[in-house]
């Protein structure tokens, strides 16, 4: 007869980052209870033909508290509640938000409390947070550490911050490492960028069909030299942040080589498009920062991705509607920048990556889940397939085509980067700790069922045969 499950996934072949096996997955209380032997059960999920994967575990999300999105200048256009439902149809199953001061007087505490409460109200997966700075004065450094202690193991910090002082920066990231934080950086070098674009403007070319050279690669490059530079001199872990080029991608791994704790995420995007795309009447569309870049590049990211220099993929989810992209008159330097791309995380990468040989089913499965979950803190709860794990699983199913069209999504921008392009891989059912909030192409979950998930130990990311893991 077997134990009693809640829900037995029959029949599909269950992929993790070490490898496949044909096995059913029996699901009690919100979590992983039994993987193969005997079970019984009310609720059969049909799994067969398809690939049972942990849910995407993506670390690096945009989403705005009902008081940001109330304000006159509001950052991007999903809440908490779209931006879920975005993430459920995507098979991303646990989000991490970067919680940034909002207005000018709001503390870095006060950000990472709106946040909560916000993802509290009205997430629909789990979350985590990333206290995000935008200045590193004595009050902010204090903040650091304190929510360092409060269980808050990753900072985010953007490179851009060209007045700052380049001192107090050095000095924030340090209180980040004796805390033993993991600090995510925004590498793009802000005065190279002033730079560039101030002679675009003088030419009168700052169209945005110009924005890739307002940010060329060096700017890039300069600020991933400058945070290797401050992880040697303080011994922070860094994780660098939606990495495009693949001069940046050599630097890193070249401090990585030297033994440096260097972690490296990079978008999907840049996986897909190069920047051509900005030369098209509607190519605002497609900003974001950094910028798209060359076929050799997106060359490069691949075999990163493959051979274990790159680690983490983060949606970098950040939407805006086509109208707020494309309005006449946009230039280099005031074009929205940040594009949707929850919804179409796994399908795109299953579609491009692993049908086309790039990477293997399980190193998508590291990168999508596996890793971040270890990096953050979150693992074995999340981004892996074993007994007590919560149950967060996709059906991937890999013989379902959709033609993508962000008008029919939920997030808010109502469009997407990929919009007519054709994707196989998507999710069959999703689970969120047990719970089937996806099926028959249908999102269901409720606004506030979303936890926060507590962080625990900080764990190297899966090794690679091809790339030495570095330290934590
Ligand atoms: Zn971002």
Redo the contacts with the bound molecule.
Sequence with gaps: MGNHMDVVIRGGTVVTADGRAECDVGIANGRISQLGGEMTTRSTLDARGAYVVPSAVDP?V?LCAPEVLASETPEFVDDFYTGSLAAIGGGVGTIGQ?SFPFADDESLRAAVSRDASAAGQEAAVDYFLHPGITDAGAETLEQISALASEGYSSLKLPMLAFDWGARNLVEAVQRAADAGMLTMVHCEDEALIRFCTARLEAQGRDGVENYPLSRPDVTERAAVERAIAICELTGAQLDI??LSSASALAVTRSATLRGLPVYVETRPMYLYLTDEVHSQPDGGRFVGMPPLKKQADVDALWAGLADGSIQTIGS?H?PWTLEQKTAPGLTVSTVPRGVPELETFLPMLFTFGVLTGRISLERMVAVTATNAARLFGLYPKKGSISVGADADLVVLDPGKTRVIDGRTMHSKAGYSPYDGWEARGWPRFVLSRGDLVLSDDTVTASAGRGLEVPRGARLAPSPSPAYPVPAT
Excluded: F, W
């Design positions: 690096h945009h970067m942040v939606h970098d950040a």
